[in-house]
């Protein structure tokens, strides 16, 4: 019901206000930083759960700029996905990796990077396009690309023929599809079937609160056992402690992820890392 004289604009909280504010700040800074090329890219090595051996990394976007300080991917996502600019920070992060997975392979080094897709990037015809391209462009093998892409996703994927056409094509020249986030989203199984999804990405929200309960401890081993019925590669995210990895490996979880392993790192500390673990 409108009041007359559209006096519920006044009626805006100081709070909605100030958040109103901050976001039209960061998307004015962060279109500066882009033409800039102020983003950074940190990595955060995937690694097997028995071995220790690293197996990919995950690309994610850092920011920090010089008038607003650090700004959170949690923060920074949304807002970018909001105005459109999740294009740019989507190419500017293709670029980077691919790049930093061509470097790596010239050394030598053959390791996987793994980027983050929103469903709003794979909407653009032009994706798959433009990922061939790049990794054309920057020299890189496309089995060393890997994509990762939330439950939310998947499902409206199932109703987009073009992204699945596209997940496709990138699949068919070597791109591997992991499902992020896995148990969060709406439990449909339907795109498990049309999706070419080849590993399973248990959320760390499960992870956290692995030793807290023999219930979650059942739903955990639950969501392991059907990654491997699947015949996919099982990876837990977020994880933190030996007690938590010992559990996972006794559920027969493949892979992890997380501050037990590693924060995310620049570039060139992951290549320590690896030399490092190779000497052992
Ligand atoms: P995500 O894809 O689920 O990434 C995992 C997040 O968990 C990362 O946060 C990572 O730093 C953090 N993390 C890793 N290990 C641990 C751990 O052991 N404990 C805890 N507490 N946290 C851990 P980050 O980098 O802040 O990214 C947050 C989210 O922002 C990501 O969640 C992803 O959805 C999004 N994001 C980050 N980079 C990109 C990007 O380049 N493109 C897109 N579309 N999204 C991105
Ligand atoms: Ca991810
Ligand atoms: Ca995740
Ligand atoms: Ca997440």
């Known amino acids: 019901v409108r009041e007359a004289g559209g ?49 990919a990394v995950e690309a994610l976007v850092r920011w920090e700029d010089e008038e607003i300080g650090v ?4 923060e920074l996502i949304p807002i970018a996905e909001e105005t459109g600019l999740i294009n740019n920070i989507g190419s500017f992060v293709i670029e980077e990796a691919c790049q930093q997975a061509a470097n ?4 030598g080094l053959d390791i996987k990077v793994t980027i983050n897709l929103s469903v709003r990037e794979f909407r653009d015809k032009n994706m798959a396009k433009f990922i061939l391209s790049t990794l054309d462009k920057t020299n890189c093998p496309a089995n060393l690309i890997q994509i990762e892409f939330t439950e939310k996703f998947a499902l409206q994927a199932e109703a987009e023929t073009s992204i699945i056409k596209q997940m496709r094509k990138l ?19 339907r795109y498990m079937q049309l999706l070419p999804i080849e590993v399973l990405k248990i959320d760390q929200t499960f992870i956290h609160s692995l030793l807290q309960s023999e219930k979650t401890q059942r739903l955990i081993h639950g969501m392991v056992q059907f990654g491997k019925s699947m015949n996919l590669t099982v990876l837990a995210e977020g994880v933190e402690t030996k007690e938590q990895q ?32 190779m000497n052992i």
């Open 71 to 74: 700004v959170s991917p949690d």
């Open 246 to 277: 010992q559990l996972l490996a006794e559920y027969g979880c493949d892979a992890i992820q997380g501050y037990l392993i590693s924060k995310p790192v620049p570039g060139a500390a992951i290549s320590e890392l690896i030399e490092e673990s």
């Open 104 to 107: 790596w392979h010239k050394e």
């Open 171 to 189: 699949n068919d020249k070597g791109i591997v599809f992991i499902l992020d986030d896995f148990g969060t989203g709406y439990a449909s199984f």
């Open 7 to 55: 006096d519920h604009i006044v009626s805006l909280s100081n709070a909605t206000h100030k958040a109103i504010n901050r976001k039209s700040i960061i998307e004015k800074r962060l279109l500066l930083a882009l033409n800039q090329q102020n983003l950074k890219v940190f990595y955060q090595p995937q690694v097997d759960i028995h071995t220790g051996k690293v197996l």
